[in-house]
């Protein structure tokens, strides 16, 4: 198992590894070690989130981020379709969520705040958005590159709804049950 150093390391310098499909899409003959090498810099110069990156204190939340990478845009589905559970059931829209998804939106951690669900959007982008914008709420516990990256794994479209909300307050709780359940139940995609 690589360190939390080690995998921060990884975050910042390849994401060509986590980058979600709808932003980048790789030339057939670009998968050598040398052109990802290539393609991972001129991805950091284009976005201007280039290194050196000075050390930084690790929270909790962030050591947590560091390990949850990959899983990230899973864990914000969960915690999106918690937050959104009132008014995905009230549409009927919640049957057309993966049952993980389902379950977890059910489960009672605390008190919800009320996010609209806009009519025109698909179910999972609402709920991929909101849970990205739960996501963001974490952004002053987290060295900022780690948190630059974080919307690299979202699509522009679910970025474009985020901005629908104002940022929520973080919620440590629901995203370690988010964590949680994303281990007993990985994603099913």
């Known amino acids: 198992m690589t360190s939390c150093a080690e995998r ?18 790789i030339p057939t ?20 989130q280039q290194g050196p990156w ?3 204190a690790m929270t909790a939340v962030a050591q947590q981020w560091i390990r949850q990478w990959q899983q990230l845009p899973y864990i914000a589905s969960l915690m999106g379709a918690w937050r959104l559970f009132p008014q995905l059931a009230r549409g009927g829209a919640l049957l057309q969520l993966p049952m993980p998804l389902r379950q977890f939106a059910s489960c009672r951690p605390g008190p919800r705040t009320s996010m609209p669900l806009g009519p025109s959007s ?26 630059e ?10 970025i474009g709804l985020h901005a629908q909300w ?5 919620d440590t709780a629901l995203f370690i049950l988010a964590v949680q359940h994303a281990r007993l139940h990985p994603n099913p995609d």
Do not use: K
Request: proline share 13%; glycine share 4%; hydrophobic share 45%.
């Open 8 to 25: 921060l390391r990884w975050i910042l310098a390849e994401p060509l590894d986590y980058v979600h499909p709808q932003r980048l899409s």
């Open 29 to 48: 003959g670009f998968d050598s070690p040398d052109a990802r090498r290539v393609l991972n810099q001129m991805l950091l110069e284009g976005l201007d």
């Open 54 to 56: 000075p050390p930084t």
């Open 122 to 147: 698909v179910p999972l982008q609402q709920v991929e958005a909101a849970g990205f914008n739960l996501l963001s709420s974490f952004s002053g516990r987290l060295p900022l590159p780690l948190f």
């Open 149 to 158: 990256r974080l919307s690299l794994q979202f699509s522009p479209h679910v």
């Open 166 to 170: 104002p940022v929520a307050e973080p």
